[in-house]
């Protein structure tokens, strides 16, 4: 076959009550943008609220209901009456040393952004609709969603997505034998998430599943489900994770026992990775289309004449197209945007070629540390790139 290359927060926080009150509440800064949704986005919200704080803004960041929950606090569910989720209290962050704290609002109020792994109408069974006028949804980086088992040589290292059906749709939710896909062949030790988890939805359309006929032990979140994994290593564990959620963890930081398996997609001939190899970081096979089961991070928020309608949202998804936020999501297992070769407008739907305005690929691979690509040149401006076709984009030349 042809081998494809694959694959501090700083928030000031008011404390209420006496210093000494081992009971005292701690309260979100009162001029707080609150950011709800999906967990697996945590990692990129994190940097940018580091970025955002230094231009005055404070950010909070609440990952309860996962990325439906993101959705329904801008859009309202079908049969809410118009109602949106609101927001209680969030997770925020003293500095930039990942130190971690929690806070309440002092009225739950409803977000100013909600953060999904999906589209609006992906979560339809929980009364998603469509996004309506009055409603921005900005294309954020790529998420890469992953079938993973316990990193141990003798187990699998493929799965298709008929196999797939079977594991979640049938042997999990009904303990069916007769459908049994060893290794994976005991209903609890199939790990799952919930209707709500941008997670779930996408592997229910990449396995051919009805979202609410998706079996498996549900774990709550990404990292009660990395941990599950960690800790059984048994080749009958089989879960559903976002690929940046499978990072070191703890204090030293240790890299979980947990790898992705190779998919094989419906219609393909072959598994693929989502970088060229295992082991690889370039994940060139989601760049390029081979690897499928990816989606963009949506930001939703009210909009205002084509734009965010509040200033302070507007320079934060600014933020996200910055040299030190793609570095960081380069870094941290995703992709962003400008360096995807294909789009979407559907989740799990058909690929459309794609050029951005700004490529980085180049930038990419060097920050995400894997080879750069023979094409890539360094530069200091446009001067430094060959032809009227180029352009210096983060220190690299890239095709306009």
């Known amino acids: 076959m042809k081998r494809h290359r694959a ?3 700083a928030l000031f926080a008011a404390v209420c009550g006496a210093a000494s009150a081992a009971s005292a509440q701690t309260a979100c800064p009162a001029d707080s943008i609150v950011i709800r949704g999906s967990s697996a986005s945590e990692p990129i919200i994190n940097r940018v609220a580091v970025l955002a704080k230094a231009q005055g803004i404070n950010i909070v960041y609440n990952s309860s209901g996962g990325s439906c929950a993101g959705v329904n606090s801008l859009i309202p569910a079908t049969g809410t009456g118009g109602t949106t989720v609101k927001t209680p209290s969030g997770r925020t962050k003293y500095d930039a040393a990942n ?3 929690t806070c309440d609002l002092a009225t739950p109020r409803e977000a100013d952004i909600g953060v999904s792994d999906v589209y609006s109408t992906s979560c339809s069974t929980l009364g998603g609709p469509a996004t309506p006028d009055t409603v921005l949804d900005y294309l954020g980086p790529v998420q890469v969603f992953t079938l993973a088992v316990y990193n141990d040589p003798s187990f699998p290292v493929v799965i298709s997505a008929e196999a797939g059906f079977n594991i979640f749709g049938v042997t999990a939710r009904a303990g069916n034998a007769s459908f049994n896909v060893d290794p994976w062949s005991v209903a609890a030790d199939v790990l799952a998430r919930n209707e709500g988890s ?8 990449a396995l051919g599943l009805p979202v609410n006929k ?5 774990q709550g979140g990404s990292g009660q489900l990395l941990a599950k994994i960690n800790s059984s290593p048994r080749s009958s564990v089989i879960g559903i994770i976002a690929l940046n959620d499978i990072v070191p963890t703890g204090t030293p930081p240790v890299q979980p026992n947990v790898r992705p398996l190779a998919f094989k997609a419906k219609g393909q001939d072959f598994g693929y990775y ?3 190899t295992s082991t690889a970081v370039d994940l060139i096979n989601v760049r390029d289309g081979h690897y499928a089961p990816w989606a963009n991070l949506h930001f939703f928020t009210k909009k205002q004449d084509g734009k965010a309608a509040d200033p302070n949202v507007r320079k934060i998804l600014e933020l996200l197209e910055t040299k030190e936020t793609v570095s960081t999501i380069s870094k941290g297992r995703a992709v962003p945007a400008c360096a995807m070769q294909v789009s ?7 690929y459309a070629e794609y050029k951005p305005a700004k490529a980085c690929g180049c930038f990419f691979e060097q920050e995400a540390g894997a080879p750069a690509s023979a094409s890539c040149k360094a530069c200091s401006d446009d001067s430094g790139c060959s032809g009227s076709n180029q352009q210096c984009v983060f220190g690299y030349c890239e095709a306009k």
């Open 198 to 205: 941008g997670t779930q939805q996408i592997w229910a359309r």
């Open 214 to 218: 998706f079996g498996g032990a549900d």
């Open 7 to 9: 694959l501090g927060f």
């Open 99 to 101: 130190q971690t704290a």
């Open 344 to 350: 979407r407008s559907t989740d799990m739907g058909d």
């Open 274 to 276: 989502p970088s060229s």
